[in-house]
Nanobody, 120 residues
């Protein structure tokens, strides 16, 4: 059973950077597509970024493209989300999720989430 644990969230000022980590156990993460999904208060969950399981292709929500970078380190069984040029609208609970599919069409496993707050 794949288990995911996120870390790296916190409070950051606008324009700052954070790096989220998603550490996996119970299985190797490289056979899954992995995504970051966020949920702001009063809003629905939205996919932010995805890295495919086959060739490592990456996909981003339009509003974060050029600011966020998803990557994976198979040796550490971990996926990262580097977030630069943070904006207040990036404030949300960020979840790591894994899909048995090649890309992030639906998710089979979820982490518990890590809070990101962007405020001056």
């Amino acid at each position: 059973q794949l288990q995911l644990v996120e870390s790296g969230g916190g409070l950051m000022h606008p324009g700052g950077s954070l790096r989220l980590s998603c550490a996996a156990s119970g299985s190797t993460l490289d056979s899954y597509a992995v995504g970051w999904v966020r949920q702001a208060p009063g809003k629905e969950r939205e996919g932010v970024a995805c890295i495919s399981s086959d060739d490592g292709s990456t996909y981003y929500k339009h509003s974060v493209k050029g600011r966020f970078t998803i990557s994976r380190d198979n040796a550490k069984n971990t996926v990262y989300l580097q977030m630069d040029s943070l904006k207040p609208e990036d404030t949300a609970l960020y979840y790591c999720a894994a899909s048995r599919q090649t890309v992030c069409t639906s998710y089979d496993y979820w982490g518990q989430g890590t809070q990101v707050t962007v405020s001056s």
